[in-house]
Each structure stands twice: as C-alpha cells, then as structure tokens.
C-alpha cells in the first residue's frame, strides 16, 4: 500500500457535558497518531478539574500500540479546558494550536482582567 492508499483510522471520544468530540487519528500503518481537541474535566460547582476524558484516551492509545506523535487543539475552546498540557507531560507528545490563538487570549485578557497573563501562544 502505498501513502496515497493510506486509510487514516479516526476514533472521536464524546463528553456528554461539554458536548464536544475529541479525537485519536492514527496511521495504521505506522502506529502513530494525533490527539485532536482533547477535554480536561471540570465541575463548575467544585471548580475542580480531572482527568477522567484525558485518561480514557491514553487507555485506548495503548490498548491500541499507538504512538502518539502530536497533540492539537483546533481552537481555544469557550465549551471545555484543554487536556493538551497534561497529555503532553503523559506522552512527551508536543502540543499545537493555530496562531490565531493570540488574538483570543488579548481579547480574554482584557475580559477577564488577566494583566498577568501572556498572550502569546507560549502555553501551547
């Protein structure tokens, strides 16, 4: 089979209370994928956050020999929390996002009054 053969396997992990779809794309051939929009949990009443989205898509990555080579976010995302730091501290997996996200963060700084805050992109 050659690369224009090549069928990409796509497996999308639904969290119920952010309504979004996070993704494991992987080359069959070569074991290695991508995570796409991963969720971190977080309960608004608590405030807390978890790794429960997170942990179910390194269980599938390694019940399936998976390499994962990137970790991207498609967006900074106003539904959900970014699970991309702390997979990348799991895998060693660098993290992207579009350079679009600085316009975002400057305008969620001003929001939020984070005087603190690098808007950069540096956190991906």
Same mark, same amino acid.
């Given at each position: 089979?050659?690369?224009?053969? $090549? ?7 639904? +969290?119920?209370? *952010? !309504? ?5 794309? @992987? &080359? ?5 994928? $991508? ?7 977080? +309960?608004?009443? *608590? !405030? ?5 989205? @997170? &942990? ?69």
């Amino acid at each position: 089979m050659d690369a224009t053969s $090549a069928k990409l396997q796509v497996a999308g992990f639904y +969290d119920k209370p *952010s !309504g979004s779809i996070q993704y494991v794309v @992987a &080359d069959p051939q070569t074991r290695r994928c $991508a995570i796409i929009d991963p969720v971190l949990d977080f +309960d608004e009443k *608590s !405030g807390a956050t978890a790794t429960k989205n @997170a &942990d179910a898509l390194l269980d599938f990555i390694r019940e399936n020999g998976l390499e994962v080579e990137w970790i991207l976010d498609t967006h900074p995302h106003a539904d959900h929390f970014s699970a991309a730091h702390y997979l990348s501290t799991k895998t060693g997996a660098p993290t992207a996002i579009g350079e679009k996200v600085v316009g975002v963060q400057k305008l969620w700084k001003a929001i939020y009054n984070w005087p603190d805050f690098p808007a950069d992109g540096s956190q991906w």
